[in-house]
């Protein structure tokens, strides 16, 4: 049996090698800008609650601080799960800052129980 190359002209049926391979195809050029903008309006609202605004000037640099920070992560995202994935952690962590009295108020339903111990 001698092993033949594989240099078909036709591919096999259901490949379509115009399409991105799974692997090195850029997942960028699937995400529509629409879906960045909202994403970038969404990490927005969540900095408004981190930090108080008084002023547009202040109002308008956090918008842009809101896109510089949607670029970077679409910049170092691997894929589009990776993206979301680093989008999610990041404004989890940013809502955790911002209610830290809530995070505090967990406690232990058998800590201050007078019938254990």
């Known amino acids: 049996m001698d092993a033949q190359p594989l240099q078909e002209s036709n591919p096999p049926a259901g490949v379509d090698r115009s399409a991105p391979a799974a692997a090195g195809g850029d997942w960028r050029a699937q995400l529509r800008p629409e879906a960045r903008s909202r994403i970038a309006n969404r990490i927005h609202k969540a900095l408004l609650k981190c930090l108080p605004v008084e002023s547009s000037e202040a109002m308008d640099e956090l918008k842009k601080i809101s896109v510089r920070f949607e670029e970077k992560i679409y910049t170092a995202a691997t894929s589009q799960p990776d993206y ?6 990041k404004m989890l962590g940013m809502e955790m800052k911002t209610q830290p009295a809530r995070a505090n108020a967990q406690v232990n339903p058998n800590q201050y129980n007078p019938n254990q111990g």
């Open 84 to 89: 979301m994935r680093k989008i999610s952690l």
